[in-house]
């Protein structure tokens, strides 16, 4: 009678065990570290940037700012880049782009202000339904509607309705260092974004409420 050889370096080793690392090994085979740790924790991916969402703050009707705490893998933005947002609405990724609204902060955070389109299923979840806590992916920001360099002294910005929102991130990030004039169009002074800080910048000539075009 021939008794074969056990395998080497497995001796002992149940049928079943055998069956359970083998699912295991298919299962991790594929994973690199940073895959590990975005499994703990998916901000420390260094594979795909992602966010999560630390506050919702609503700027004016159908109009709110996401404050994300973006993950290791986010190298940072100019202000008046844009970015692509990843949410998952429903077990299906939805992907958006929005104009980044703050400038570099100290904290790391980055803003996006959404106006909810009449017909905007996905800006529509954004405003209303995403809750902090939330985890988005984000693409690297792009964009060339940036500040020149060196900055001029002086500076107009024209705008309407939602198209302030790059801008804003541009004026945050002056913060008075140069002489800037915003000229912005909406319906009425309740639907402007930002309204509220825009006011309270120092020489502000905002007006609150609306008036009929005067004769040239």
Aim: glycine content about 10%.
């Amino acid at each position: 009678m021939t008794i074969a050889p056990s395998r080497p370096g497995r001796p002992g080793r149940s049928a079943a065990g055998r069956r359970i690392a083998a699912a295991a090994r298919l299962l991790t085979t594929p994973l690199l570290p940073e895959d590990y740790l975005g499994l703990v924790d998916p901000l420390w991916s260094t594979a795909e940037p992602r966010g999560r969402v630390e506050a919702v703050r609503h700027e004016a009707p159908s109009a709110a700012t996401l404050v994300i705490r973006p993950g290791q893998a986010w190298n940072g933005h100019r202000p008046g880049q844009w970015v692509r947002i990843g949410v998952d609405v429903d077990g299906v990724l939805h992907w958006r782009t929005f104009s980044l609204s703050s400038p570099p902060r100290r904290d790391g955070r980055i803003t996006i202000t959404i106006k909810a389109a009449r017909d905007g299923f996905v800006s529509a979840h954004l405003v209303n339904e995403i809750r902090p806590g939330t985890v988005v992916r984000l693409s690297p920001p792009e964009g060339g509607f940036t500040l020149p360099s060196p900055v001029p002294r002086k500076l107009l910005f024209v705008t309407a309705g939602s198209g302030i929102t790059p801008v804003m991130a541009m004026l945050r990030h002056l913060d008075g260092a140069s002489d800037a004039v915003l000229v912005h169009s909406d319906r009425t002074a309740g639907d402007v974004i930002f309204g509220e800080e825009l006011r309270r910048m120092p020489g502000c000539g905002c007006t609150n409420g609306t008036r009929p075009p005067t004769a040239a």
